[in-house]
């Protein structure tokens, strides 16, 4: 591995971008992936600590959440979506139709703002 | 979220709760035995922590504002919302500032710290039993 490392230094870090990828891709949307790799692939060695430390919503758990507590706006609230949260809140899910709608959307909704936060340091 | 997206729902849950609202004042009070909007009242027969704001907007729009307090507390959040925010969101796009989705931005971080967020959650949990104890 040293050795590979001291011929080539690029190598490591595509070897990071993927294992990176590998196991974080179910949080970001598809078309988002090639654009998170290539900003991966040429961020500085010092902020690798940071992105790893990263915690992002898994949008499985957070679309259960809208499933069962959608109408009250709590999927809305978990993702950080406060304001949208406090609205659903107050109308009852948007009279059943957001929350509806939100069993639908939710799962993007929380991949973009997974998208957001990762964006803070790449 | 962007600003036009956000002024986009704005401008719909806007419509559709002055619809309502005005579809419920011309109704007379007794409809409320029979039809309700909401699924989860529906399914478990238990009102919601938002049960009741229709009807305390209505009491708030015919003056009768501690019968509105009594049915809802939150009704005077969502009539207050209901008057400013109209106002507001034509100001913006009028002069095509963003000052509502600055202050949208500000008001969703304030939520966000600790101190805010959890007595706000516990006096929505405490109005939620006590809407549950007047079986709205």
Redesign the interface.
Known sequence: MDLEKSFNPKSNDSLKADLYLMTNAKYFQGHHINYIRERLLSIDDSKWPLIFAAEFKDPSNIQLVSLFAG??GIDRFMI?????G??K????????IW?IIDWFAIQDATKQKNMEKLQQFI | MRRNRLYLILCVVLAASYGWASWSLTHTQDRYDNFTPCVFKYVTGIPCPSCGITRSVVNIARGNFINAVLINPLGFIAAAIMIVFPLWLLYDVTLKKDTLYKHYNKFENFLKVKWVAIPLVILVLVNWGWNIYKDL
């Open positions: 109408a009250w950080g979506d406060t304001g949208v406090v609205g809140l107050l109308t009852c899910g948007g009279f059943g929350t």
